[in-house]
């Protein structure tokens, strides 16, 4: 059992993953401001991070803290979901994952097939994830 950060403002769609999540048998905690990501990391360093990008406060926070979580903690495995494609026409993609830019492991568009979803956190805490790091 993995313990999965779950970063995202949206509590609905936070929920539907830590369900997903938790029916994989794996413990969950969802943080709904990006600000309180690093604290609870420090509290409790999870076995990944599951990131939103656009917050109200800032459309782009799940970039800068998927940045600070890696200079704090460069193997944490991170996967971020986003709606930001639907929001702004940026064609945001693997291609972008990036150590300094985008350090995250893997990049799941939302709206998120649970399913994919399921092979995606599998793969991330294996350590065979897509991206850049981890």
């Excluded at 905690?29 to 990501?37: D, F, L």
């Excluded at 990049?107 to 981890?134: H, N, W, Y």
């Amino acid at each position: 059992m993995a313990y999965l950060l779950i970063v995202d403002d949206d509590a609905d769609f936070a929920e539907s993953v830590a369900t997903v999540c938790r029916a994989m048998g794996h413990e969950t905690q969802i943080v709904p401001k990006p600000g309180e990501a690093l604290a609870r990391v420090a509290e409790r360093r999870p076995d990944a991070v599951i990131l939103d990008v656009m917050f109200p406060e800032d459309p782009a926070a799940g970039f800068q803290v998927a940045r600070d979580l890696r200079k704090r903690e460069p193997h944490l495995p991170i996967l971020m979901l986003t709606a930001v494609n639907q929001q702004f026409p940026l064609g945001f993609s693997h291609r972008d994952i990036d150590p300094k830019w985008l350090p995250v492991t893997d990049f799941v568009e939302k709206p998120v097939d649970f399913e994919a979803l399921r092979d995606r956190i599998a793969r991330l805490l294996t350590g065979s994830g897509e991206g850049g790091q981890g």
